[in-house]
């Protein structure tokens, strides 16, 4: 098992042909990743990476079987390219785009949300199942195959902790990177509930960041429903008010949404709580051993 | 991007949202012209005198005065007009030095025709991360702060979510207009005002509008007298005209500085910066720095691409701040390779020879993080390696242990108590504090005399002990001849 991506999902590249997009294709390439072909606009019916390139997702939908999209397309194309892969069927969507505008995603996402389709992202390194699938940016080598499912916001943090659990002895079974804007596709709680139903999955590693109540959700949902040891961690326990820390997600804006507050209440829900980012792989460790 | 009062009303009225008239005034001269003007269009001898900074709270450090004739227009324009005006929102608050107020806007009195009959409403229009959707929020109870009405009467305070395919709904104008309790003209009056600023939300892509007071005044009409408005940064492209308001002046000079060189930096209070890549990956080391004893002294996300050059650019960014007492870069190579860094963090370090005179701690991890390791040990710099984040965390520690400042000629083991508790316990921190501030810190010992201290010191923190040494010779109980 594993969620979101696997051997045999079948990935396209939007924004293919461009720097980056060919960049990291080739990456996921070597990796072992199914990229079955990618999208740029005007280029369809070329080859490029030894894989075909099409003018539309639909087109990829239908010739390659696309059924995951992975988007490199610029900002203020980004929601376009979004919304074209969800209207043409592809199942799940992940965006690694920064600096989109915040109104184009909120009508990104309400359109996302009316048809069958997860989206993950944007302002995020993307999903990896370790020894299958790498969707995103993040380097390949720091993953090892195993059963901790790791959710977070923020993109190098993800690797030191990636990096943590492989040195503890344990591995990964999904990575899912939700993105550090305000709006993004999948919130913390809905990714903390896809590998709590995933039977690989034997521990869960939340990391949240200052900005925003998607990690209070996620600790009540896991509080409720949760089967697995959570260990969590959120940045920014010393930034001040009102100042936005990199990520356009990661502003304090209220009482509730600075990281001893989410902390508390992670804390409250059963989550194992670590306050210094050094030990999340041991805390992992220690908890499954429980 | 946060604009000024003047300018969100300026953009506001281009969406045919009503607003309390005003004329921008960078002097004396300029704000009797102004007065002068809106006295003869408002046909009232009542105007407002309104500090420009990007800070709220601007009436409870005496920032806006109604003048109600020529000579208080002169006496208020002349205060405000270059004070350091301190409001709750300012650099250290009310007890803070204030931001320096360069422009004022003269406004009509809203208030008039009839002063009894006025009402003052809440209203702002923002993106709600929760629900993913615009939200218009109001209140009736206006013309204080939001989030205490919040508190006391939640009640009072009622949002309204808005389709984000459809838009705001008549329906839904109507409610805030009922809700409100208005009726007639008023009633009509604010339909249109949600309807045209919810317009403007969208249309110039703000990310915050607040109309904190929205005026109903005597003829029903309503007017935004007060705005607060933040555009979206990444929206700005389709805005170009927009541009051009930002405005430098009211930001920090170094963060201004270090956008320029594409590097994310906010300034903090503490004592060890840091560089980073990666904004999480940042915040996160800021708390290790807190976790180590320390406190970080910035934020700052040097990207992707972390060469000698941008490792050049951040070093002597962090090192403009005077309180950085040790600096810990902390990056996670994955498509960046370590030893990259490594070279770049070297050849930064050469090329600033004797600048850099704190401790230096590099945590390297990620791809060839064994050779990155090996050049640094390697290079026979002043600099501390690490492989793991917590062993970076322990060098940090032991980084910020105070300094022996006995070894500066004329300090004994009583006058270093008293410097400590001053909070100078490094040789960097006494190499920037200046020979005046000494003697104030040592009043008790008016024995002492610490005019070469700092160049001392300055010395000692760069580690050129032996310079030191042949100096010390020359000098007698830490005195020039």
């Not at chain 1, 199914?34 to 894989?51: C, E, S």
């Not at chain 1, 995603?105 to 999903?127: D, F, T």
């Not at chain 1, 939700?178 to 690989?200: C, R, W, Y």
């Not at chain 2, 320096?100 to 009894?116: C, G, M, Q, S």
């Amino acid at each position: 098992m594993s969620v979101l991506v696997n051997k045999d999902s079948k990935i396209i590249v939007q924004g293919f042909t461009g720097k980056e997009g060919t960049f990291h294709a080739e990456q996921m390439i070597e990796y072992g990743t199914n990229v079955v072909g990618g999208v740029t606009p005007g280029k369809g019916g070329t080859m490029h990476l030894d894989r075909p390139v099409f003018d539309t997702v639909a087109q990829a939908v239908e010739r390659a079987g696309a059924n995951v999209s992975l988007i490199f397309v610029p900002p203020a194309f980004a929601a376009d390219a979004i919304m074209e892969a969800a209207d043409a069927g592809i199942e799940v969507i992940i965006c690694i785009t920064e600096g989109i505008p915040v109104q184009d995603m909120v009508k990104a996402k309400a359109y996302v949300n009316e048809r069958n389709c997860r989206l993950i992202g944007p302002n995020c390194p993307g999903v990896i199942t370790p020894g299958e699938a790498k969707v995103g940016i993040m380097p390949g080598f720091i993953h090892r195959k195993g059963t901790i499912g790791i959710v977070s916001r923020s993109g190098t943090l993800t690797y030191e902790a990636v990096d943590q659990v492989t040195k503890a002895g344990l591995g990964q079974s999904t990575c899912i990177g939700i993105g550090g804007d305000p709006i993004v596709g999948t919130s913390t709680k809905e990714a903390v509930e896809l590998l709590m139903n995933d039977p690989e999955t034997e521990g869960i590693i939340m990391i949240g960041e200052i900005g925003g109540g998607m990690e209070a959700e996620a600790a009540r949902w896991i509080k409720a429903h949760g089967t697995k040891p959570v260990v969590g961690f959120i940045a920014g326990q010393t930034a001040p008010k009102g100042r936005k820390m990199g990520h356009a997600g990661a502003i304090v804006g209220g009482h509730d949404d600075t990281a001893e507050a989410k902390m508390e209440i992670m804390r409250e829900c059963g989550i194992h709580v670590v306050s210094s980012p050094a030990t999340i792989g041991a805390t992992m460790a220690a908890a499954l051993k429980k | 991007m946060n604009l000024h009062e003047y300018q969100g009303k300026e953009l506001l009225a281009r969406y045919g949202v009503p607003v309390q008239q005003g004329i921008l005034a960078h002097t004396l001269e300029e704000a009797v012209a102004a007065y002068e003007k809106i006295k003869q269009d408002s046909g009232s001898p009542f105007a407002v005198v309104k500090a420009q900074i990007h800070a709220g709270g601007r009436g409870k450090g005496g920032g806006v005065k109604l003048a109600k004739n020529m000579d208080d227009l002169k006496t208020h324009a002349g205060n405000i007009l270059g004070m350091m005006l301190k409001t709750p929102q300012t650099p250290g608050g009310m007890e803070g030095l204030g931001k320096l107020v360069r422009k004022i806007i003269i406004t009509e009195d809203a208030y008039k025709p009839n002063f009894e009959s006025c009402k003052e409403y809440y209203i702002s229009v923002l993106t709600d991360r929760d629900s993913k959707r615009n939200v218009i929020v109001y209140s009736v109870k206006g013309g204080m702060d939001i989030e205490a009405v919040a508190e006391e009467t939640p009640e009072l305070v009622h949002k309204e979510f808005v389709d984000p395919q459809l838009g705001l709904q008549a329906f839904q104008a109507r409610k805030i207009a009922f809700n409100f309790g208005l009726q007639g003209e008023a009633f009509k009056n604010m339909m249109k005002f949600v309807t045209k600023l919810y317009d403007a939300f969208v249309k110039s892509d703000a990310t915050l509008i607040e109309i904190n007071p929205c005026m109903h005044n005597g003829l029903d009409e309503m007017i935004a007298v007060d705005t607060k408005m933040s555009l979206d940064d990444n929206a700005l492209f389709r805005h170009k005209d927009l541009i051009a308001w930002r405005d430098k002046d009211e930001e920090d000079p170094m963060e201004v500085e270090a956008g320029e060189h594409d590097l994310n930096y906010v300034k903090l209070d503490g004592n060890v910066g840091c560089m980073v890549n990666g904004a999480g990956l940042a915040m996160a080391t800021m708390d290790v720095i807190k976790l180590s004893g320390g406190e970080p002294a910035n934020f700052l996300d040097v990207g992707g691409t972390a060469d000698a050059q941008r490792v050049e650019q951040a070093f002597r960014l962090i090192l403009k701040d005077p309180n950085v007492e040790a600096i810990l870069i902390n990056i996670f190579g994955g498509i960046v390779r370590c030893d990259r860094v490594a070279n770049g963090v070297v050849e930064a370090y050469k090329n600033m020879g004797d600048e850099i005179n704190v401790p230096i701690i590099v945590r390297l991890q990620g791809t060839n993080a064994d050779i990155a390791k090996q050049i640094i040990d390697e290079s026979g710099l002043n600099v501390r390696s690490a492989t793991l984040l917590q062993e970076a965390a322990e060098e940090v520690a032991k980084a910020l242990q105070p300094d022996d400042l006995t070894k500066i000629e004329g300090i004994g083991p009583k006058i270093q108590e008293a410097l400590n508790e001053a909070g100078i316990k490094s040789y960097r921190k006494l190499s920037v504090t200046s020979a005046e501030q000494l003697k104030e810190i040592l009043k008790s010992f008016p024995m002492a005399n610490p005019s070469t201290w700092s160049q001392q010191a300055d010395m000692a923190s760069k580690g050129k002990w032996e310079e030191l040494r042949e100096w010390q010779d020359k000098l007698i109980g830490g005195v020039e001849k």
